[in-house]
């Protein structure tokens, strides 16, 4: 089926359960995506975010769920990669990862997925099929839309009447479906802001010891009114303080006997 630009119509979805690319869990732990196997001590960060996110989703009836970030390099699509992995396990859920970090795509690259047709050239008309930017993990219930290099403006992408049909596509899908967007940090441009008024919610990635006040209270600030579903801190240093369950691998010791147990 393919795309029809006139307003009101919808791209056509892959069907869940299609074909998938073939890539090993040991290549993907080495780009760091541990969320698939929850006996990896590593992914309890990520399953632990899953159920945390999935319990305030499921109240209020979110499904579009965006990852973003104040700056850059703070590990946004790092997390955003093993939340999508990680909801990929949840029984009778499939769950969509969209790239919507247009100019500094990394999707692609943390799943080990080459190519050059992504989201952006479905929205600059480039395909008009939607289904041939999926791309899946074989035997997994995640389905990936990458980006590649484009030189189309990303922000006149993103406030198209074409983005606005494959929002509406995304709402249209099944209530078993969960829609994961990677966007742009948020002083990166404003494609975060435009995004953010389009979909359920977003989540904050700030990282220890780099984000300031002042950059997250702004974020918030340029994204209302669209509401934060949670904010993680990303790479703090749990040594200097008393949790035990701090989001940090500098404690796997005390899980290991656990984990390989």
Known sequence: MSFDSAPGSQPAFPVPGAAGHQTGFDALRKNGIYGFDS???????????????????????????????????????????????ALARTPDLHTYLFDFDLRRSSIARNFNLPGEIGVSHFLDG?????????????DEHLTIFPSYSNGAA??????????????????????????????????????????????DAYLMIVEDGVTTRKQIRDSFRLLSPAPCIGTVLNRYDASLISDDYGYSYRQQKQYSEYYND
């Open 39 to 85: 006996k990896d001590i590593r992914s309890r960060p990520f399953t632990l975010l899953r159920a945390q996110v999935l319990r305030i989703a499921r109240a209020k009836n979110w499904r579009l769920i965006g990852v973003t970030s104040p700056t850059p390099r703070v590990g946004k699509s790092f997390i955003a990669s093993n939340l999508a992995a």
């Open 126 to 138: 480039t395909v008009n099929d939607l289904r041939e930017v999926a791309r899946t993990i074989a």
């Open 154 to 199: 990303s922000d006149e992408l993103v406030a198209s009447t074409r983005m606005d049909s494959l929002i509406a596509a995304m709402r249209a899908l099944p209530e078993n479906t969960m829609c994961l967007c990677d966007l742009p940090p948020v002083f990166a441009n404003d494609d975060a802001v435009i995004i953010s008024q389009k979909i």
